[in-house]
């Protein structure tokens, strides 16, 4: 009985503890250029997630940083989270581009051009963001969610990105984050309603990391996207930004 009873310890203790259900807000589109300003949406979530006392993250695209606005560069250094705010900045690619090539075939920034090419857009975006910023990129989000094996090769061009949301699960040099629930129903739509009832017939754990346009948001989106936050937070979900998702899940160096 004893020796059964000393068993059934040991297999309790191999069992690995319940998974932390985390959710990572991915907020795409950001601009900071005299010609390309930043979107209202964008500061109202900053004014949120300070309220809250939470994080977020968004994505730069980083052509629009050509010709600053100066305000606008200085309320992502005041937010970010190097300097004590609430939002991790991450590279959302140069110009965020599609187009029809001359044989009619579909191509996107970082799905079709060749190594070189994309090479050059993901580093030309970092150093230009460093250079206005002062801060450094750590995660990377394709626009329109568009790859192919050639950007997992053209990212050695940055290695400070050692994060890839939405990225191919090949790409074994960086931690990719995949694809969960949409709070989206349309892109720049959040519906609370749609959210809630994929989330009691899916029961997420683990990780969510979820997408939105909060620059496109109406009164009516956001404030589906604030109850679709309460309801997460109520569940017991974390908040974190992929940085510090990914320190936290960082598998051991060996040595």
Not at 53 to 78: F, H, Y
Not at 221 to 230: H, R
Request: glycine share 8%; net charge positive.
């Amino acid at each position: 009985m004893r020796s059964f009873a000393l068993l059934s310890l040991l297999v309790v203790a191999a069992l690995p503890a319940a998974e932390e259900k985390v959710v990572i807000w991915k907020l795409d589109d950001v601009k900071a250029g005299e010609q390309k300003r930043l979107a209202p949406g964008f500061k109202r979530v900053a004014e949120w997630a300070k309220a809250e006392k939470t994080v977020v993250t968004m994505g730069v695209i980083c052509d629009s940083l050509e010709k600053p606005n100066a305000e606008d560069v200085a309320w992502i250094k005041a937010n970010a989270v190097e300097n004590g705010g609430v939002i991790e900045f991450w590279h959302h690619g140069w110009d965020h581009k599609s187009w029809t090539d001359a044989g009619g075939k579909q191509a996107w920034e970082f799905k079709g051009p060749n190594l070189a090419t994309q090479s050059k857009h993901l580093k030309d975006a970092a150093d230009l963001f460093k250079q206005t910023t002062g801060l450094t990129f750590h995660a990377f989000g394709a626009p329109f969610n568009a790859n192919d094996d050639t950007t997992i090769a053209a990212m050695d061009a940055v290695p400070s990105l050692t994060i890839w949301m939405y990225g191919p699960k090949q790409d074994t040099k960086r931690q990719v984050l995949g694809r969960s629930l949409n709070i989206e129903v349309a892109t720049g739509k959040v519906s609370y309603e749609k959210f809630a009832q994929d989330y009691v017939a899916k029961k997420p754990t683990g990780l969510m990391l979820l997408q939105g346009h909060s620059g496109m948001w109406s009164d009516e989106s956001f404030q589906d996207f604030v109850k679709i936050a309460a309801l997460l937070k109520k569940d017991g979900w974390t908040t974190l930004t992929a940085s510090q998702y990914a320190a936290r899940t960082a598998k051991p160096v060996q040595k």
